[in-house]
């Protein structure tokens, strides 16, 4: 089963898209931001229905329960599925097939997994149907595609030998700060910036993890957000790694007169603390600090996350 949401959903609630997914099967890849696959060979069984009928449940609760009507596409192969989920006419609906020979009749720019590039090449040369790509040779597809020719033809023919990889959303974390009026000043969005980092820290040591990737957005008054992603050189948890991404990331943004109104900081592809090796350093100015993150830490934890901080980000009461 592939399932495709309409729209591009916020994480909280493509997650829970994704518990109503476990509620019929243990097997579920996730593949944000819109869709995710489910093996249902062993749930047809325990649940003594037909797939379609499994497809159909899936869509009333998500409808009832979030207002998400998805698509949902049911084929013997990931290449069927998907590209049937992607056929379905109506904003939500189940489109089920059981032989992948319905591939034919369709525009080959329709298959899953080809592109615009190239399906334009392919009708160059006359392959405009699904039928057509697969009853050529791959060595011909091969030089019209490059190396993706081979598996195109494949997966025309109905060959698809990719499995149901069971796979969760990765874990984030975020943090978010508003200004209370537009923002010009450099200093101060540093401090802010500053202050979501210790925020962020704090909460990744408190719950034993480290971030692989920071991402930084950005909201302007009047104006679309800037947002982007950088990866850790290695996973962290630590203020000093934090700061020195994120700054980096603020520089990226090559900010001129834009009125800030927002910014907001999270950890992607969180890893477990604990699996995650310390480096032995040479750095005694970094030992020092990374000895006074741990009292911090332990401040944080007796008197409460405001307890103590940096300089920087201190606001006198008015």
């Known amino acids: 089963m592939h399932v495709r949401c309409p729209d591009r959903l916020p994480e909280e609630l493509y997650r829970q898209v994704l518990e109503q997914l476990h509620e019929l099967s ?3 890849e996730a593949r944000p931001p819109t869709a995710a696959l489910v093996d249902l060979r062993g749930a047809l069984r325990y649940h003594g229905a ?10 009333l609760r998500t409808v009832s329960r979030y207002g998400v009507d998805v698509r ?3 084929g013997p192969t990931v290449t069927v599925a998907a590209t049937a989920s992607a056929q379905v006419e109506r904003p939500g609906g189940v489109l089920a097939i059981e032989a992948a020979d319905w591939l034919a009749l369709l525009p080959v720019g329709d298959l899953h997994g080809i592109g615009p590039r ?3 090449v392919l009708k160059r040369y006359g392959v405009d149907r699904v039928g057509l790509l697969a009853a050529l040779p791959a060595a011909t597809v091969q030089r019209l595609l490059g190396k993706a020719g081979r598996t195109a033809v494949d ?3 109905g060959i698809d030998p990719r499995t149901v990889t069971p796979r969760r959303l990765p874990a984030s974390a975020g943090v978010r700060h508003r200004f209370p009026h537009d923002v010009l000043d450099g200093a101060a969005v540093r401090s802010a910036l500053l202050g979501l980092v210790v925020q962020l820290g704090s909460e990744l040591r408190r719950r034993g993890q480290a971030a692989r990737a920071l991402t930084l957005t950005l909201t302007f008054a009047g104006g679309p957000a800037w947002e982007k992603t950088r990866r850790l050189p290695e996973p962290s948890g630590h203020e000093d790694d934090l700061r020195q991404l994120t700054y980096q990331l603020m ?3 090559g900010l001129q007169r834009g009125r800030l109104t927002g910014l907001a900081l999270r950890a992607e592809d969180l890893a477990d603390g604990d699996q995650v090796a310390e480096q032995l350093s040479l750095d005694t100015a970094r030992q020092a600090r990374l000895t006074a993150e741990r009292a911090a830490d332990r401040i944080r934890e007796r008197f409460g996350p405001g307890a103590i901080g940096p300089a920087a980000t201190y ?4």
Request: avoid cysteine.
């Open 315 to 318: 606001r006198p009461a008015s």
């Open 72 to 74: 949902v596409g049911i």
């Open 26 to 28: 243990p097997v579920v």
């Open 251 to 253: 520089d990226a943004a």
């Open 118 to 120: 190239q399906a334009a």
């Open 155 to 157: 997966r025309a023919r």
């Open 50 to 59: 037909s797939a379609a009928h499994l497809g159909e449940i899936l869509r």
